[in-house]
Protein backbone atom coordinates (compact mmCIF):
# COMPACT_ATOMS: atom_id res chain seq x y z
CA UNK A 1 0.00 0.00 0.00
CA UNK A 2 2.65 2.05 0.58
CA UNK A 3 4.15 2.69 -3.08
CA UNK A 4 0.53 3.40 -3.91
CA UNK A 5 -0.10 5.92 -1.61
CA UNK A 6 3.31 7.38 -3.27
CA UNK A 7 1.79 7.20 -6.66
CA UNK A 8 -1.41 8.96 -5.54
CA UNK A 9 0.96 11.56 -3.41
CA UNK A 10 3.17 12.02 -6.46
CA UNK A 11 0.05 12.55 -9.08
CA UNK A 12 -1.49 15.19 -6.64
CA UNK A 13 2.02 16.80 -6.36
CA UNK A 14 2.19 16.68 -10.33
CA UNK A 15 -0.79 17.86 -10.87
CA UNK A 16 -0.54 20.85 -8.47
CA UNK A 17 2.27 22.15 -9.84
CA UNK A 18 0.51 21.87 -13.53
CA UNK A 19 -1.84 24.15 -12.35
CA UNK A 20 0.70 26.39 -10.81
CA UNK A 21 2.78 26.15 -13.87
CA UNK A 22 -0.21 27.11 -16.15
CA UNK A 23 -1.53 29.81 -13.64
CA UNK A 24 1.99 31.18 -14.13
CA UNK A 25 2.23 31.53 -17.43
CA UNK A 26 -1.43 32.46 -18.23
CA UNK A 27 -1.11 35.08 -16.12
CA UNK A 28 1.84 36.21 -18.13
CA UNK A 29 0.79 35.41 -21.34
CA UNK A 30 -2.56 37.51 -20.56
CA UNK A 31 -2.09 40.29 -19.24
CA UNK A 32 -4.75 43.55 -18.99
CA UNK A 33 -3.63 46.08 -21.71
CA UNK A 34 -3.28 48.82 -19.05
CA UNK A 35 -0.51 46.85 -17.71
CA UNK A 36 0.75 45.57 -21.41
CA UNK A 37 2.80 49.02 -22.18
CA UNK A 38 0.89 49.80 -24.52
CA UNK A 39 0.31 53.63 -26.43
CA UNK A 40 -2.00 55.50 -24.63
CA UNK A 41 -4.88 57.04 -26.33
CA UNK A 42 -5.49 60.48 -26.60
CA UNK A 43 -8.53 61.94 -28.16
CA UNK A 44 -8.15 65.20 -29.97
CA UNK A 45 -11.07 67.61 -30.30
CA UNK A 46 -12.08 68.38 -33.99
CA UNK A 47 -11.05 71.48 -35.39
CA UNK A 48 -13.68 74.05 -35.75
CA UNK A 49 -15.64 74.29 -39.19
CA UNK A 50 -13.68 76.85 -41.11
CA UNK A 51 -15.93 80.32 -41.95
CA UNK A 52 -18.27 80.16 -44.80
CA UNK A 53 -16.36 82.19 -47.65
CA UNK A 54 -15.96 85.35 -48.13
CA UNK A 55 -18.77 87.17 -50.94
CA UNK A 56 -16.43 87.61 -54.09
CA UNK A 57 -16.55 91.07 -55.25
CA UNK A 58 -18.41 92.32 -57.61
CA UNK A 59 -17.31 94.62 -60.41
CA UNK A 60 -18.64 95.98 -63.73
CA UNK A 61 -16.26 95.41 -66.75
CA UNK A 62 -16.07 99.04 -67.22
CA UNK A 63 -14.30 99.89 -64.50
CA UNK A 64 -10.76 98.69 -65.54
CA UNK A 65 -8.86 100.47 -62.95
CA UNK A 66 -10.80 98.91 -60.19
CA UNK A 67 -10.47 95.14 -61.22
CA UNK A 68 -6.67 95.73 -61.74
CA UNK A 69 -6.24 96.54 -58.26
CA UNK A 70 -8.05 93.00 -57.96
CA UNK A 71 -5.47 90.99 -60.03
CA UNK A 72 -4.09 87.85 -58.52
CA UNK A 73 -7.67 87.37 -56.91
CA UNK A 74 -10.81 85.77 -57.49
CA UNK A 75 -13.81 88.13 -58.45
CA UNK A 76 -17.19 88.38 -59.77
CA UNK A 77 -17.09 90.95 -63.41
CA UNK A 78 -20.81 92.31 -64.60
CA UNK A 79 -20.94 93.76 -68.12
CA UNK A 80 -22.32 93.30 -71.44
CA UNK A 81 -20.23 91.71 -74.31
CA UNK A 82 -18.93 93.82 -76.28
CA UNK A 83 -17.52 91.24 -79.05
CA UNK A 84 -16.02 87.31 -79.01
CA UNK A 85 -13.29 86.57 -81.28
CA UNK A 86 -11.66 83.16 -81.55
CA UNK A 87 -8.35 82.21 -82.55
CA UNK A 88 -8.52 80.17 -85.71
CA UNK A 89 -4.65 78.99 -84.60
CA UNK A 90 -5.35 77.54 -81.17
CA UNK A 91 -8.95 77.32 -81.18
CA UNK A 92 -9.32 79.91 -78.20
CA UNK A 93 -12.36 82.41 -77.55
CA UNK A 94 -11.78 85.84 -76.23
CA UNK A 95 -15.06 87.33 -74.56
CA UNK A 96 -13.81 91.02 -74.99
CA UNK A 97 -16.16 93.30 -72.88
CA UNK A 98 -14.78 96.96 -74.16
CA UNK A 99 -13.44 97.56 -78.04
CA UNK A 100 -10.02 98.50 -76.96
CA UNK A 101 -6.73 95.89 -76.22
CA UNK A 102 -7.34 98.03 -72.28
CA UNK A 103 -10.64 96.02 -71.44
CA UNK A 104 -11.46 92.87 -69.85
CA UNK A 105 -11.29 89.98 -71.52
CA UNK A 106 -12.47 86.57 -70.27
CA UNK A 107 -11.10 83.60 -71.99
CA UNK A 108 -12.03 80.34 -73.11
CA UNK A 109 -8.88 77.86 -74.24
CA UNK A 110 -8.83 75.30 -76.33
CA UNK A 111 -9.16 72.44 -73.88
CA UNK A 112 -12.52 73.95 -72.19
CA UNK A 113 -14.08 74.79 -75.04
CA UNK A 114 -15.68 71.23 -75.47
CA UNK A 115 -17.12 71.35 -71.88
CA UNK A 116 -19.20 74.44 -72.77
CA UNK A 117 -20.79 73.44 -76.01
CA UNK A 118 -21.83 69.60 -74.56
CA UNK A 119 -23.70 72.39 -71.97
CA UNK A 120 -25.10 74.37 -75.25
CA UNK A 121 -23.29 77.03 -74.15
CA UNK A 122 -21.14 77.91 -77.08
CA UNK A 123 -18.92 81.14 -76.58
CA UNK A 124 -20.39 82.83 -79.65
CA UNK A 125 -23.29 82.68 -78.27
CA UNK A 126 -22.82 85.65 -75.41
CA UNK A 127 -21.77 88.18 -77.93
CA UNK A 128 -24.28 90.96 -77.17
CA UNK A 129 -25.04 89.35 -73.96
CA UNK A 130 -25.09 90.90 -70.22
CA UNK A 131 -23.19 88.13 -68.59
CA UNK A 132 -21.17 87.80 -65.29
CA UNK A 133 -18.31 85.84 -65.13
CA UNK A 134 -16.24 84.33 -61.59
CA UNK A 135 -13.04 83.42 -61.50
CA UNK A 136 -9.37 84.96 -60.98
CA UNK A 137 -8.39 87.80 -62.42
CA UNK A 138 -5.06 87.96 -64.26
CA UNK A 139 -2.80 91.56 -65.00
CA UNK A 140 -1.08 89.88 -67.99
CA UNK A 141 1.69 91.96 -69.27
CA UNK A 142 1.12 91.31 -72.62
CA UNK A 143 -2.57 90.62 -72.95
CA UNK A 144 -4.17 93.01 -70.13
CA UNK A 145 -6.92 92.15 -67.97
CA UNK A 146 -7.78 88.70 -68.53
CA UNK A 147 -10.13 86.03 -66.89
CA UNK A 148 -9.38 82.01 -67.57
CA UNK A 149 -12.92 80.33 -67.81
CA UNK A 150 -12.21 76.47 -67.31
CA UNK A 151 -16.01 75.47 -66.53
CA UNK A 152 -19.42 76.81 -67.37
CA UNK A 153 -20.37 77.26 -64.45
CA UNK A 154 -18.18 80.87 -64.62
CA UNK A 155 -20.47 82.46 -66.57
CA UNK A 156 -23.87 83.37 -65.62
CA UNK A 157 -25.61 84.63 -68.16
CA UNK A 158 -28.29 87.96 -67.41
CA UNK A 159 -30.22 88.78 -69.85
Do not use: C
Not at 7 to 27: D, E, P
Not at 50 to 57: D, N
Not at 121 to 150: A, C, N
Amino acid sequence: MSGSRTTVSLLIAGAFFAGLLSHVLYQRWDRPATESGGHPVVFAPLPAPPPPPAELPLLEAREVEKIRALAGTRAKIRGRVFRVGRSEKSNTYFINFGPSRSSFTAVIFASAVELFEKQKRSPQSFEGKEIEVTGEIKDHPQYGLEMILEDPRQIKLLD
